[in-house]
């Protein structure tokens, strides 16, 4: 076989294909491969130029012009927004998204009923892991913006049953993550169970809620590594929440349950209730007001003694520089994450003291996918994307 | 970035509204092109050029489809026996399949470029250029 010393990202047929995963045609996959091999080169061939752009005029033209250096990402954010190099990455950087999406959502598009099909087939068997609401409020926020240029975002049931949107997401996440979050995409959850595992082997944690958890790709490796734990699992969208909870019988994973429910507001659970509260890239997808509020739910529901973890991208803090907070804005406007800024501007250890976390037990810590695709595994080196690089900050601490 | 806009009309009722009423009526080809919400963000100076850019990358996603499926089908032949991947690779038309195969590439050329072509000649031949309506009104005197 040629050789090139250029990193291939994996084919999409690396992809762990289970019971419920839609069907993709000869050319359905060559559109994903082409979209993957896309993506590597505009984030390792074109971001890159933005640092360049940024150091050899940018900069030196505006500190010319205005005697100073640039004060905030808002400020370099319109400077940057006129360079030639920057323009051409982000219009790139916005086209495979959409056409990501749009390949995504032709491929199970075409096939909504039969999915739809084999999800309440597979729902069907053994005991119920699912529980819908009739006349569940959608959030606000949720219903506000598409996240991720999503149409019909989390919860859009397109008819009775539907899973269309959760079955796009699953299969096409490995095509913007470049394959580096492994074979089911599930390198978050992969990791923060195998960190909390290895950091506190005394931890036998029995009831675990995982708030966001959309088609359950995180909750899974946490259910499967604590297996004597009762993991409910909740989210917003009906038809993540009916596909997750069909995959996860497809995967064998008994111990999740699936539950509608607003994390603002969770009556349905009681004080005290969880040994282990669990965000997966979730709290940037909410709003400004929800996250208090959520904070103050899971103060509740979370038992004294018990843990809280959340993996988000890096706070933005005074030590990141101006450069890579407006490079990480990017995912925020230009694709239709609109809370990362704000939230990430928020001090994690404040909102752990919401949560019930004191300052002394407040903890934060770096952690990386654990990815079966990677051939050179966890110490393999990855070029840095962002916000969309495998690479994590996880804040949280235990309640006292 | 202040070049935001909405490029698609109303979702809701409109002729852009191709909701499914249930699982049998899935307008799959449009909705796969759903907008999501929010304005789009144009990067370049120009939406036109941004706009033929979003074109161009879609039809250069088909050239790669098209590139894997020719290389399923050497690979599927080659293991059935039916050719050899070495033989094609090695291939070299006689002098007439040669020349129809130019003859081909230049046909082809000239299709894609011919927007250039007709702009040079509105150049060149600026008599043949007069505005429509200024040659309606004309006729209509004829």
């Given at each position: 076989m040629p050789m090139s010393s250029y990193q291939l990202p994996p084919v999409w047929t690396k992809l762990r294909r289970h019971e419920v995963f839609p069907t993709f045609s000869h050319d359905e996959r060559a559109r994903y491969n082409f979209l993957s091999n896309l993506n590597r080169f505009v984030s390792?061939?074109?971001?890159p130029g933005n640092r360049i752009a940024f150091e050899n005029r940018v900069r030196p033209s505006f500190q010319e012009k205005h005697g100073r250096d640039f004060q905030d990402r808002h400020e370099l954010q319109d400077y940057m927004s006129k360079d030639p190099v920057y323009q051409a990455w982000g219009a790139l950087r916005r086209s495979t998204m959409e056409m990501r999406q749009q390949n995504g959502r032709a491929a199970v598009l075409r096939q909504a009923a039969e999915l739809a099909g084999k999800v309440c087939e597979q729902l069907s068997k053994g005991p119920q892991n699912l529980e819908l609401k009739e006349g569940f409020t959608v959030p606000p926020y949720l219903r506000h913006v598409d996240n991720h240029l999503m149409?019909?975002?989390?919860?859009?049931?397109?008819?009775?049953?539907?899973v269309a949107n959760a079955a796009n997401y699953d299969s096409g996440l490995f095509v913007t993550s470049g394959g580096m979050l492994g074979s089911l995409t599930d390198g978050g959850g992969q990791a923060i169970a195998k960190w909390v595992k290895e950091t506190y082997p005394d931890f036998h944690p029995k009831r675990i809620l995982d708030i966001?958890?959309?088609?359950?790709h995180n909750a899974l490796p946490i259910a499967q590594a604590f297996p004597a734990a009762q993991v409910t699992a909740i989210d917003a969208g009906a038809p993540m929440l009916r596909y997750g909870a069909a995959r996860a019988k497809a995967l064998g994973v008994h111990n999740v349950t699936f539950i509608q429910a607003d994390a603002a507001s969770m009556p349905e659970f009681e004080d005290a209730g969880f040994d282990w509260v669990q965000t997966t890239m979730f709290l940037h997808e909410t709003g400004g007001k929800a996250i208090h509020r959520i904070m103050q739910e899971i103060r509740r529901v979370l038992t004294p003694g018990g843990i809280t973890l959340h993996i988000e991208q890096p706070q933005y803090t005074p030590e990141m520089s101006l450069y890579e907070q407006f490079m990480r804005d990017w995912d925020a406007y230009y694709n239709a994450e609109p809370y990362w800024g704000h939230m990430h501007d928020l001090q994690p250890q404040d909102l752990m003291e919401e949560a019930g976390v004191p300052r002394e037990e407040f903890m934060q810590i770096g952690v990386k996918a654990v990815n079966?695709?990677?051939?050179?595994?966890?110490?393999g080196k990855v070029a840095?994307?962002?916000?969309?690089?495998p690479i994590w900050n996880v804040f949280g601490g235990w309640k006292r | 970035m202040d070049k935001t806009q909405e490029l698609s009309g109303s979702h809701a009722g409109g002729p852009l509204d191709h909701s499914p009423i249930d699982a049998s009526s899935v307008n799959d080809i449009l909705m796969a092109g759903d907008k999501s919400k929010g304005g789009r963000p144009y990067f370049l100076e120009s939406a036109e050029t941004e706009r033929i850019m979003n074109v161009a990358m879609a039809v250069a996603t088909e050239v790669a489809v098209l590139r894997e499926r020719l290389d399923t089908l050497e690979r599927l032949l080659e293991s059935k026996g039916l050719i050899d991947r070495a033989a094609i690779e090695a291939y070299e038309p006689d002098e007439a399949s040669a020349q129809e195969r130019q003859l081909w590439h230049a046909r082809y050329a000239a299709r894609i470029l011919r927007i250039f072509q007709q702009e040079l000649d509105a150049i060149a031949r600026p008599?043949?250029?007069?505005p429509m309506h200024r040659i309606a009104d004309e006729i209509n005197e004829m």
């Amino acid at each position: 076989m040629p050789m090139s010393s250029y990193q291939l990202p994996p084919v999409w047929t690396k992809l762990r294909r289970h019971e419920v995963f839609p069907t993709f045609s000869h050319d359905e996959r060559a559109r994903y491969n082409f979209l993957s091999n896309l993506n590597r080169f505009v984030s390792t061939v074109m971001a890159p130029g933005n640092r360049i752009a940024f150091e050899n005029r940018v900069r030196p033209s505006f500190q010319e012009k205005h005697g100073r250096d640039f004060q905030d990402r808002h400020e370099l954010q319109d400077y940057m927004s006129k360079d030639p190099v920057y323009q051409a990455w982000g219009a790139l950087r916005r086209s495979t998204m959409e056409m990501r999406q749009q390949n995504g959502r032709a491929a199970v598009l075409r096939q909504a009923a039969e999915l739809a099909g084999k999800v309440c087939e597979q729902l069907s068997k053994g005991p119920q892991n699912l529980e819908l609401k009739e006349g569940f409020t959608v959030p606000p926020y949720l219903r506000h913006v598409d996240n991720h240029l999503m149409p019909g975002s989390y919860h859009t049931e397109y008819f009775q049953g539907d899973v269309a949107n959760a079955a796009n997401y699953d299969s096409g996440l490995f095509v913007t993550s470049g394959g580096m979050l492994g074979s089911l995409t599930d390198g978050g959850g992969q990791a923060i169970a195998k960190w909390v595992k290895e950091t506190y082997p005394d931890f036998h944690p029995k009831r675990i809620l995982d708030i966001g958890c959309g088609l359950g790709h995180n909750a899974l490796p946490i259910a499967q590594a604590f297996p004597a734990a009762q993991v409910t699992a909740i989210d917003a969208g009906a038809p993540m929440l009916r596909y997750g909870a069909a995959r996860a019988k497809a995967l064998g994973v008994h111990n999740v349950t699936f539950i509608q429910a607003d994390a603002a507001s969770m009556p349905e659970f009681e004080d005290a209730g969880f040994d282990w509260v669990q965000t997966t890239m979730f709290l940037h997808e909410t709003g400004g007001k929800a996250i208090h509020r959520i904070m103050q739910e899971i103060r509740r529901v979370l038992t004294p003694g018990g843990i809280t973890l959340h993996i988000e991208q890096p706070q933005y803090t005074p030590e990141m520089s101006l450069y890579e907070q407006f490079m990480r804005d990017w995912d925020a406007y230009y694709n239709a994450e609109p809370y990362w800024g704000h939230m990430h501007d928020l001090q994690p250890q404040d909102l752990m003291e919401e949560a019930g976390v004191p300052r002394e037990e407040f903890m934060q810590i770096g952690v990386k996918a654990v990815n079966d695709l990677d051939p050179k595994k966890e110490d393999g080196k990855v070029a840095e994307d962002y916000g969309r690089s495998p690479i994590w900050n996880v804040f949280g601490g235990w309640k006292r | 970035m202040d070049k935001t806009q909405e490029l698609s009309g109303s979702h809701a009722g409109g002729p852009l509204d191709h909701s499914p009423i249930d699982a049998s009526s899935v307008n799959d080809i449009l909705m796969a092109g759903d907008k999501s919400k929010g304005g789009r963000p144009y990067f370049l100076e120009s939406a036109e050029t941004e706009r033929i850019m979003n074109v161009a990358m879609a039809v250069a996603t088909e050239v790669a489809v098209l590139r894997e499926r020719l290389d399923t089908l050497e690979r599927l032949l080659e293991s059935k026996g039916l050719i050899d991947r070495a033989a094609i690779e090695a291939y070299e038309p006689d002098e007439a399949s040669a020349q129809e195969r130019q003859l081909w590439h230049a046909r082809y050329a000239a299709r894609i470029l011919r927007i250039f072509q007709q702009e040079l000649d509105a150049i060149a031949r600026p008599e043949n250029n007069t505005p429509m309506h200024r040659i309606a009104d004309e006729i209509n005197e004829m």
